[in-house]
C-alpha cells in the first residue's frame, strides 16, 4: 500500500496568561479547518496544537492571582482544552511547554547547537519588553516605549548565551530564494526576506533574570529563552528529545499556521535555529491577520476581546467558524463583531444554504414520498443553468481555492454554487410541475438535481461547518459521516434514487439578534442541577432554541395572528449611555407611550428619528438591555447586518396594526 501524503501543521503554542479569546479561536479553527479538508483528501494529517507556559509573563500572570505558576499553567491549559472542545477542535497531540519530554527536546536542542559551534557565553544590555517577552532594540533612554506594543520597556543588563544567528544569513537568504513559498501571503515573505537581507544580530538566548523556564543543562542559573523553548515545542510535541519516532515520521512540518505578529520568530530565528542543529526548517509558515475591533487588534491587554466561553455560550461553533473563514482572507485582518457573526449566520447559512435545503427536502417529502426521485436526462437540466457542470466546475475551484490557502474564496465559489442551485428552482417552478402528472419525470429530475447538489455542498462545507454538513448529509438519506467522504474523488450523481431522505430539519436556524443581545447583559443563570437534563429551558443557547422551535418552518395566520405589530411614532430618542449601538425611544402607539430600546444606534442617528413613524412588536415580553426597560421592539430589515426600518410611504394612523 503506497504511504499516504503526510501533513503535520501546528498551530502557535498560545500564552497561558488568560482565558482563551477570539484570537486563540481564530488560529485554531483555521488550523482545523485546514487538517479537516486535508484528512478528507486521504491524507496522513497530524494537527499539533499546545501551551507556552514559561517566561515573566506567566510568572507575573500567576502571582497576581496568588497561585504557584505551575498551578496557573494547569487551571489556564484546562481552560484551552476545554475550549477547543466546545469548537470541536480534533487536534491529535497537544504539547505544554512544562512537559519532561519537552524539556528534554529543548536541552538536547540546545546541546546539538552549542556542539555544533552556534552557542557562545557573552553579556547582554538592553531594553526589555516583559509583554513581548523580547529586548527592543528600538527603544532607547528617551524612547523607552516598546515599538510593538507601545509599553515601557525596561533596561537589563545580564550574562547570557547567544545564538549565532548572524550566521545564517546567508543560508537563510538562499532558503527563501528557493522556497518562494516558504511564508505565505507573498507579501510577507518579501518582508521576512528583507529584514534578514537587512542584517542579522546574535540573539540573546538565556535569561538569569528568572526562574520561571527551563535550566540551561551546563549552567543552571541561566534559564533559556522563552521563545527558543517555545519554537521547540513543535518538535518535542513529536518526541525529537526522546525516541524521536513520530519526529522521522511528521518532520519537517507541512504548514505552521502563525498571526502575522510572531512571523519573525517562526520564519527567521526558527529555521536557523533548526539548521544550527543540522536539522530541516518546516515547509511552509502561513501568517493570517488580525481581528480588529475598533480598528485595534483585540487582546487581553486591551480588554475588547470575548472568550471562547463567552462566544460559545452565543453562538454554535458552525457560525463562529463560518464567520472566521469567510468574512477575511487568510493574511489580511477582519473586523470581529457580533453582528457580523449574525448577518453571516443568517444571510448565508440559514437563507441562503439552509432555505435551499429545507426547501428541495420538503419538495421530495410531499411529491415522491420522502423517496429520492429517479432523473431522466431527456428532461435536460434547463432551463436555469447546468447544475451538473456548475457543481463540478466549483468542486474543482473549490479545491485549488482550499489547496492556495484561498478559503474565503473557495467559500464564495460554493456560494455562487448555492446561488445558482436556488435560480436553477425558481426557473423550474417545480410547484407547477406538481400539478401536471404527465411532468412527474421532469419534476423528478429537477429534485434530484437539486439534492445531488447538496450532497455535494455538504461534502465541500464538510472542513468548514463540520456539524451543519453532517445534519444536510444525513438529511439527504446518506448514511455515515461526511468527513469520511474522500473529497479528492467528489463527483456528481453519487445519490441514489430510490433513498429515504431523513427528516427534514432546519440545518441552520436563524439567530435573534435582540435575544442574543439580551442574553448578553442577563446575569448568569442559576444552576439548577448538575445534570444537563436539569438545566432551565433558558440556560439553552439561542441557537440551539431555535432549533428546537423550528424557526424556519411556517407558521399558521393563527400564529402570526399573536404578534401584535403596530403603527408607531417616535416622540423623543436618546443614546443609553455606554452603548453605540443602543437608542432609548419613546414611541407613541396610539394607546400609550411606550419606551423602547433598539439595537440602531450605529445605523440611525437619534435626532433624526424623532416625528419617525416606526413598526413596533407591542406584545413582546419587555426586557431589559444595558439595564433599561424595553417595552416592545420596532421591527427593521437587516442589510448585511445594517437595521433598515420598516417605514410607510402612504399616510397612516399612529395606532393602525399590521396583519
Ligand atoms: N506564545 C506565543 C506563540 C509561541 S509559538 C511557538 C504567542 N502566543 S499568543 O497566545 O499571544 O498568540 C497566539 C496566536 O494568537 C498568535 O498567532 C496571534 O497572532 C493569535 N492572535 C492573538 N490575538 C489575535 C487577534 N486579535 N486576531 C488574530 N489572531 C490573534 O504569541
Known sequence: MPTRKRFFLT????????????????STILADAIARYHRMCGEDVYLLTGTDEHGLKIQRAAAEAGLTPQDFCDRIVAQFQAAWKRLGIQYDAFIRTTEDRHTASVQRMFEVIRKNGFIYPGKYSGWYCVSCESYASEASEENRNCPDCGRPTEKLTEDTYFFKLSAFQKQLTEFYRDNKDFVLPPTRMNEIASFVKGGLRDLSITRTTLTWGIPVPFDPKHVIYVWFDALNGYISA?????????FKKYWPARTQLVGKDILRFHAVYWPAFLMAAGLEPPRQVLAHGWWLSGGEKISKSRHNFATVDELCDLFEPDSLRYFFLREAPIGGDGTFSLDGIIGRNNSDLANDLGNLASRCLKMVETYFEGILPEWFDQEGVQPGGDLREFSRETIRLFKENFQKNNISRALENVWELIGSANRYIVS?????????????????????????????????????????????WTALGCSGKVSDVNIVKLGWGELRPGTRIGAVQSIYPRLEREKLIAAIQQPEPATI????????????????????????????????????????????????????????????????????????GKAYQPEALVGRKVAVVVNLNPAKLMGVDSDGMVVAASEGGKPVLVSFVEEVKVGSRLK
Open 428 to 472: 423550474n417552478e417545480p410547484w407547477k410541475l406538481a400539478r401536471d402528472p404527465a411532468q412527474k419525470p421532469r419534476l423528478g429530475t429537477v429534485l434530484y438535481n437539486s439534492c445531488e447538489t447538496l450532497r455535494v455542498l455538504s461534502v465541500l462545507l464538510a472542513p468548514i461547518v463540520p456539524d451543519g454538513a453532517q445534519r444536510l
Open 11 to 26: 498551530t502557535p503554542l498560545y500564552y497561558v496568561n488568560g482565558a482563551p479569546h477570539q484570537g486563540h479561536a481564530y
Open 529 to 600: 442541577g448538575n445534570s444537563e437534563k436539569e438545566q432551565p429551558e433558558k440556560n439553552k443557547k439561542p441557537a440551539e432554541e431555535a432549533r428546537a422551535a423550528n424557526t424556519s418552518a411556517r407558521v399558521s395566520i393563527e400564529e402570526f395572528a399573536r404578534i401584535e405589530m403596530r403603527v408607531g411614532l417616535v416622540k423623543h430618542a436618546e443614546r443609553v449611555p455606554g452603548s453605540d449601538k443602543l437608542l432609548k425611544l419613546q414611541i407613541d402607539i396610539g394607546t400609550e407611550v411606550r419606551q423602547v430600546v433598539a439595537g440602531i
Open 238 to 246: 513529536l518526541d525529537y528529545g526522546t525516541d524521536g519516532k513520530l
